[in-house]
């Protein structure tokens, strides 16, 4: 079956990095794309990009280009997700999913709580 | 992009159905047939339920339905039980491998 398993929760601080990570099994990870999507508390699910891990192609959320980049390693079916100069508002827990037709998620992670506070 | 546009709560009996729509766009919604549904109970992670419009993936009951007119889409649950009272989010392709969600709508079964 199709899982997609994240790296534990993260605590950072305002200005800081942090880099998720998303181990994929149960299909062929080159096959298909990967998705992120974020939650803040209390918020609905935004959009961050995709990314194609048969080519590595990326497409960016226009809110969050310049600060995000998302990369695949084949050899271990695992993809990342790093985003860069974190601010309070960035706190969220962070998906990542298998994408199908269009980039839309079809199999989720189990999401990575990411809080940004001083 | 802008998010489409979701009624904020619905709700309905047990054995009623119930329709959550979802407004986008010429550019999204309206333009492709790519548009799923997610249910999300609290503090888990969303759960596919419909995806290309109206297909439902295996394992997903047969009460779940979608259909798209125009710029709209929709997803229908009939004989509501309590365990579909949860947060429903669609999700539209906008061209480009741009993404776009809907702001998501709380289900209550009364």
């Known amino acids: 079956q199709v899982q997609l398993v994240q790296s534990g929760a993260e605590v950072k601080k305002p200005g800081a990095s942090v880099k998720v990570s998303c181990k994929a099994s149960g299909y062929t990870f080159t096959s298909y794309g990967i998705s992120w999507v974020r939650q803040a508390p209390g918020q609905g699910l935004e959009w961050m990009g995709w990314i194609s891990a048969y080519n590595g192609n990326t497409n960016y959320a226009q809110k969050l280009q310049g600060r995000v980049t998302m990369t695949t390693d084949t050899s271990t079916s695992t993809a990342y997700m790093e985003l860069r100069s974190l601010r309070s508002d960035d706190t969220a827990v962070y998906y990542c999913a298998r994408a199908g037709g269009g980039a839309l998620p079809l199999n989720w992670g189990q999401g990575t709580l990411v809080t940004v506070s001083s | 992009q802008s998010a489409l546009t979701q009624p904020a709560s619905v709700s309905g009996s047990p054995g009623q159905s119930i329709t959550i729509s979802c407004t986008g766009t010429?550019?999204?919604?309206?333009?492709?047939?790519?548009v799923s549904w997610y249910q999300q109970h609290p503090g888990k992670a969303p759960k596919l339920m419909i995806y290309?419009?109206?297909k439902r993936p295996s394992g997903v009951s047969n009460r779940f339905s979608g259909s798209k007119s125009g710029n709209t889409a929709s997803l229908t649950i009939s004989g509501l039980q309590a365990e579909d009272e949860a947060d429903y989010y669609c999700c539209s392709y906008a061209g480009s491998s741009f993404v776009v969600f809907g702001g998501g709508t709380k289900l209550t079964v009364l």
């Open positions: 010429s550019s999204d919604v309206g333009s492709y047939n790519l």
């Open positions: 290309e419009g109206s």
